[in-house]
């Protein structure tokens, strides 16, 4: 059973003058989120994703333990946005495109964590 020092942070970037909403993944919804970075990252690169503007969505910025970061051999931190995921390796950005379909699936976690009215104020639907 995964505790909450095993959850994985993830921060729903929004340009709306309010704190920024936060969802915590532990279980298997984590387990989830794991699999589908792992189809992605490294896989199919791509170019940085575009500036975001005043008044809009600026991605998820994921968090992931060290030790469950190290075992799954992912990043500690990564993000995404428009279909792009960017990691920092040493002082540069890698970016590729998100074949996992994380940015979709976190979309569908925070409307599950109550952040709907936020992200349809960002125009961030929930696929059907």
């Known amino acids: 059973m995964a505790t909450e020092k095993d959850g994985i942070s993830v921060v729903v970037g929004l340009f709306s003058g309010r704190p920024n909403p936060e969802v915590t993944l532990t279980g298997k919804t984590a387990d989830d989120l794991i699999d589908h970075a792992k189809k992605g990252i490294g896989k ?8 975001p503007r005043l008044g809009e969505f600026y991605g998820f910025y994921i968090k992931v333990p060290a030790e469950r970061a190290k075992a ?4 500690t931190q990564f993000s995404v946005y428009k279909g792009v995921v960017t990691e920092q390796v ?3 950005n890698k970016y590729w495109r998100d074949v996992g379909n994380i940015e979709q699936f976190l979309v569908q976690r925070a409307y599950d964590q109550g952040h709907g009215d936020l992200l349809k104020l960002v125009g961030l639907e929930r696929s059907t």
């Open 44 to 51: 199919e690169p791509a170019n940085p994703p575009p500036a």
């Open 72 to 75: 799954s051999d992912l990043p």
């Open 90 to 92: 040493g002082r540069e």
